[in-house]
């Protein structure tokens, strides 16, 4: 391997773990975020608990979190000869991982806009004129959670260049 693939093997390496640690730090912020979210007053309680959306939310940000955590140590600590086998589970995780957050915030936006605008059409009005700090948290989560997204596809993309360059895919 000549100096120039070292720099760019080694410059690699480096986004890849700024992103990895990056996600991780997005992922426990949004996951502490919604499970401290809870409010009582006299229209009654909620807390992220109450809403499946949001515990699924946790879930995922929690898993993303443990596997940013994981990998990051993979990929930092761990410097080994680069392999197929290695190469396709951090490809296949990372696009795992990418499409659990990915859900995770897409069902949790569509429990916040509900929260924001209710739906009139089958009389639901607007939570948020009750419980207002509650969806602003609840807000502030699922966008941490869509960045965390993001940064996914981002590292999905590297690692399927890592992969299809250096190997063909499998054939059949």
């Known amino acids: 391997m000549d100096k120039t693939d070292q720099n760019v093997n080694r410059t690699e390496r480096t986004v890849e773990s700024v992103l990895r640690v990056a996600s991780m730090a997005l992922s426990i912020a949004s996951l502490v975020i919604m499970i401290k979210n809870s409010i009582a007053n006299d229209f009654g309680s909620l807390s992220y608990s109450t809403l499946g959306a949001f ?12 596997y ?48 924001y605008k209710g ?11 009750y419980y207002g ?4 948290k609840a807000l502030v989560s699922v966008i ?14 590297i690692s399927s260049y890592r ?10």
Do not use: M
């Open 55 to 66: 515990k699924y939310l946790v879930t995922a940000n929690g898993v993303c979190a443990a």
């Open 68 to 115: 940013s955590v994981l990998s990051a140590i993979f990929v930092i600590a761990i410097p080994c000869p680069i392999s197929k086998p290695r190469l396709w589970t951090l490809f296949l995780l990372d696009q795992v991982v990418t499409y659990v957050v990915l859900a995770a915030g897409a069902v949790s936006a569509e429990t916040v806009y509900l929260a």
């Open 119 to 129: 739906n009139l059409n089958i009389t639901w009005s607007s939570a948020c004129d």
């Open 133 to 136: 700090i509650f969806c602003h």
């Open 144 to 157: 941490l959670t869509f960045l965390v997204s993001v940064l996914y596809v981002s590292l999905s993309f």
């Open 163 to 172: 992969l299809f360059s250096r190997f063909e895919a499998p054939k059949h």
